[in-house]
């Protein structure tokens, strides 16, 4: 019972995380860019000025679903970034562009990260089965099932996310210090706004 209290603990932490997160990005949004440019223009002036010209860009759905695909070479924008007109939209459309950048530098860090992918997928897949299967059994028979092995493969698939989270750190700091730049010395964010971008940055990633 104690392992589940703390599975319980451990899970409301990571909501409030991400909500506190989300909410202190869109305190950014609210401060406009100088030049009045969508997060998507931002974006496709960095990936031409880092001689990035076969790059997509494409609106998503979602909050903060913003990616760069390496295998379509595409620069996925959620909606608030791509038609935002805002620091916060400008810097992660920049830094979703400087991952298009470290792929064509061939910034290695991004290949382990691309690599590992599939399998945080796959990790994240395993522990809802077992969460969902685990209640089911609570609920139904009043019992758990291998009450063992359960906890045994989360425990393994938490390890592979705190792994996976330390690859993508350098590839996220490269990414978000090459946008943080570029940004500045293009003049998309002032001395006022270009601390919030940083902190918007720092928040969305
Ligand atoms: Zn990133």
């Not at 000025?49 to 924008?77: A, E, F, M, R, S």
């Not at 459309?93 to 690599?115: D, I, K, M, T, V």
């Not at 989360?154 to 940004?183: H, M, N, Q």
């Amino acid at each position: 019972m104690m392992l589940w209290l703390i599975f319980g603990i451990f899970f409301i932490l990571i909501l409030i995380a991400g909500s506190r997160l989300k909410s202190k990005f869109r305190e950014y949004t609210a401060i406009p860019t100088a030049n009045g440019m969508i997060g998507a223009e931002v974006a496709r002036k960095m990936l031409y000025d880092h001689g990035c010209y076969d790059v997509n860009i494409t609106p998503v759905q979602g909050t903060l679903t913003d990616q760069y695909n390496p295998q379509t070479k595409t620069v996925n924008l959620s909606q608030d970034v791509y038609y935002g007109t805002n620091v916060a939209a400008a810097a992660v459309g920049a830094h979703e562009a400087g991952h298009a950048a470290q792929h064509a530098n061939a910034y290695a860090w991004l290949g382990l990260r691309s690599a590992l992918v599939p399998l945080q997928n796959i990790s994240a897949t395993i522990l809802n089965m077992i969460f969902i299967g685990m209640f089911f059994c609570l609920f139904l028979l009043g019992s758990l099932f291998s009450m063992q092995t359960a906890p045994l493969i989360i425990v393994a698939c938490y390890g592979f996310f705190t792994l996976f989270a330390f690859i993508k750190l350098p590839v996220e700091f490269d990414a978000s210090s090459r946008a943080l730049a570029w940004i500045q010395c293009t003049g998309i964010t002032d001395y006022y706004s270009h601390s919030k971008a940083e902190k918007a940055l720092r928040s969305a990633a």
